[in-house]
C-alpha cells in the first residue's frame, strides 16, 4: 500500500531572511528586498536589480553551499538527529536551475600543463549532481540520491519525487527541496528576453513590466507519516499529491491557452483525489510577465471551473523575486505556513489589476482565512509545469 507523506522539517535561505518567522512576517508585510545587483557589474544593462540573500557570504559554489545550509536547518528542526533512520533509508532530491553557474564563470581555464586530475575536480565542482551529493554526505543519506534539474519548476518536481521515494518504501525520510545561486548568465539571459523589470516585480498588476531575478534554497524534510508519529514529530503538512505535465509549445513562451499548467494543476487534484472546491489556496507561478500572468489565469480557470474565482491566490515572487529552481521550495515552505496558520499572504506590488487577470490575486494585503489544503503551482521553459498539493495536519 502507498504510504503517507508528511513534512517534518523546514529548513531556507532567502532575500527575505534565512530564519522561519522573519522570513514568514517579510513574506505577510514586506517590503520588497530588490535593490541593486551587488554580486557583478550591471553597467550597460537595462535592469539593475536583484534579490540576493544578503545573510549568507560564502561566493564558491554558492549554490551547494546555500543547499547544504537550507537541509542542515530541516534536519535540525525535524528532530531527527536523535531517532536517526538507517543511511540507506534517507534520501536527498535536489532541484536547481543553472547550478554552480556562478563558480562556472568564475574559473579561469587551466594551463595546458595542469594535471588531468585538477582539470577535472573544476568540473566536479561545478556539477549539478554534486549539490545533492554534498547534502547527502553532511547528514549521511545513503538511498536514492537525485539531482533534478528541472529549470523554474525543479523545486516543485524533487518534492514530488521526494514524495514518491516515501510513498513507494523506498525510503522512509527525505530532504527535498531547490537551490540557485545569483548568477550573470542568469542575469543575462533574461535581460535579453527583456523578461526583467527595471524596479518591482508586479505580477498580475496591468502595469507589471517583468521578473526580478533572485536566489536562495529551501529544504524540507519529508517522512513516512507511521514513523513520525511513532516519534511524536511536529507534523507541519502532508503531502497528498502532485501533478507533472509539459507543453511541448516554446522554449521559452507558456502555451497561451494554458493547457499544460492546466493539466498539472488537473493531475495534482486526481492524483491526491481532491475536488477543486477542496483547495482553500494556490501559490501562483505568478511571475509578472506579460504572457505568463495571463496564461496561469487562464489555465487556473479551465483546471478549478466556477471555484477558480473563489479561491486566494498570491505570488510569493512579488516580494523575493525569481530564484528560478528553488523557487517552488520556497513557495511550499510559504504554503506550509499558511495552512499552519491560517494566513493567505498577499500579492505585493498588486496595485491595478490586469483585467486579463481577474481572479482573487490577494492585492497587498495577508487575509485570515481557516485553511485545509493548498495548491503549489510552479512552471518552467519548455513548458515544464508541476503543480504541488499540501494539506494542514491536524
Not at 32 to 40: I, L, Q, R
Not at 53 to 73: H, N, P, S
Not at 315 to 332: N, P, Q, R, W
Request: proline share 5%.
Amino acid at each position: 500500500m502507498s504510504r503517507r507523506v508528511v513534512i517534518t522539517g523546514l529548513g531556507l535561505l532567502t532575500p527575505a531572511g534565512s530564519h522561519l518567522e522573519s522570513f514568514w512576517t517579510r513574506v505577510l508585510y514586506g517590503p520588497s528586498v530588490a535593490a541593486p545587483v551587488t554580486s557583478f557589474a550591471t553597467r550597460g544593462f537595462r535592469n539593475a536589480v536583484g534579490c540576493e540573500v544578503k545573510d549568507f557570504t560564502e561566493t564558491t559554489r554558492r549554490a551547494t553551499k546555500m543547499a547544504m545550509a537550507a537541509a542542515l536547518q530541516a534536519w535540525a528542526s525535524s528532530g531527527l538527529e536523535g531517532s536517526r533512520p538507517p543511511p540507506e533509508r534517507v534520501g536527498v532530491t535536489i532541484g536547481t536551475t543553472l547550478g554552480e553557474a556562478l563558480s562556472i564563470e568564475q574559473v579561469d581555464l587551466p594551463e595546458q600543463s595542469e594535471s588531468l586530475g585538477s582539470r577535472a575536480a573544476v568540473f566536479l565542482d561545478v556539477s549539478t549532481a554534486e549539490i545533492s551529493y554534498a547534502v547527502a554526505d553532511q547528514i549521511n543519506a545513503r538511498a536514492a540520491v537525485r539531482a533534478v534539474p528541472a529549470a523554474c519548476a525543479a523545486g516543485n518536481h524533487a518534492i514530488a519525487l521526494g514524495f514518491e521515494l516515501i510513498r513507494q518504501n523506498r525510503a522512509d525520510v527525505v530532504l527535498a527541496g531547490g537551490t540557485e545561486g545569483f548568477s550573470r548568465l542568469a542575469f543575462i539571459g533574461f535581460s535579453r528576453l527583456h523578461a526583467m523589470s527595471p524596479d518591482a516585480c508586479r505580477p498580475f498588476d496591468r502595469n507589471r513590466k517583468g521578473l526580478i531575478l533572485g536566489e536562495g534554497a529551501a529544504v524540507l524534510v519529508l517522512e513516512d507519516y507511521e514513523g513520525a508519529r511513532r516519534r511524536s514529530a511536529k507534523l507541519w503538512a502532508e503531502v497528498i499529491g502532485y501533478g507533472l505535465s509539459c507543453d511541448a509549445y516554446h522554449i521559452t513562451t507558456p502555451h497561451p491557452g494554458g493547457d499544460g499548467a492546466a493539466l498539472a494543476m488537473t493531475r495534482a487534484l486526481t492524483s491526491a483525489g481532491v475536488s477543486p472546491e477542496e483547495v482553500d489556496y494556490i501559490n501562483a507561478h505568478g511571475t509578472g510577465t506579460k504572457q505568463n500572468d495571463v496564461a496561469e489565469t487562464v489555465a487556473t480557470k479551465k483546471a478549478f471551473g466556477a471555484h477558480a474565482s473563489r479561491v486566494p491566490i498570491s505570488s510569493t515572487k512579488a516580494l523575493i523575486g525569481h530564484t528560478m529552481g528553488a523557487a517552488g521550495a520556497i513557495e511550499a515552505v510559504v504554503c506550509v505556513l499558511a495552512l499552519e496558520r491560517g494566513i493567505v499572504p498577499p500579492t505585493h506590488h498588486l496595485e491595478e489589476p490586469d483585467p486579463e487577470c481577474d481572479l482573487d490575486y490577494t492585492p497587498r494585503e495577508p487575509r485570515e482565512k481557516p485553511l485545509s489544503i493548498a495548491m503549489n503551482n510552479s512552471y518552467a521553459f519548455g513548458g515544464n509545469n508541476a503543480s504541488l498539493l499540501l494539506r494542514r495536519c491536524s
